[in-house]
């Protein structure tokens, strides 16, 4: 690793750490030239996951663009940003325990919903209200009464029937 603060590539690991729930690796590492201290994350690539687009486009899983997303419904809610990370990284996690080195958008968009529903109500409606492309007031109404009538379920519980 290239120390930020002189650019040398000379440097040695203090410490090594379990990061994201085993997800990631945290590394102290001490630059040998000047003895600036720094951290580095170590982590699986996820290029070859790719996502296909409504349009058919493909384009590779981008986990930033997901949790912009997500920060985009909760905008002024009390859900940490870390909170959002660990949605986004179990979602990735159910993504590529199917195998699948393709996803539709579409699904990725139901299960940022089942997340979210079970993290923050009003920030769920406000994804699902761009995600299903609510119209009218009416289908905000329709949506929030189902919301209240649905016993809440966990997002790692698997979906026995599947609506078509």
């Known amino acids: ?15 090594s750490r ?9 590394r102290r590492r001490e630059c040998a030239t000047c003895g600036h201290r720094f951290t580095t994350y170590e ?9 296909i687009k409504r349009n058919q486009a493909r384009q590779p899983w981008d986990r930033d663009k997901l949790i912009a997303s997500m920060k985009k419904s909760c905008g002024k809610r009390p859900v940490g940003v870390e909170t959002l990370e660990q949605a986004a990284d179990s979602i ?11 996803i539709e958008s579409k699904n990725i968009g139901v299960k ?4 979210l529903e079970a993290i ?3 920030a769920y409606v406000r994804y699902a209200s761009i995600y299903r ?6 289908e905000f109404i329709d949506e929030i ?15 026995l029937f599947k609506k078509l």
């Open 18 to 26: 379990e990061a994201k729930e085993g997800a990631s690796i945290r």
């Open 1 to 15: 690793m290239r120390c930020p603060k002189c650019g040398s590539i000379e440097d040695k690991v203090i410490d």
């Open 133 to 138: 492309e609510f119209e009218d007031v009416g």
């Open 92 to 102: 990735l996690t159910e993504i590529e325990s199917t195998g699948t080195r393709e």
């Open 120 to 122: 923050d109500h009003i």
């Open 145 to 159: 009464s189902q919301l209240e009538n649905r016993v809440p379920r966990d997002v790692k519980q698997r979906e």
């Open 43 to 51: 982590q699986v690539e996820h290029d070859d996951l790719q996502v």
């Open 112 to 115: 940022v919903m089942q997340h």
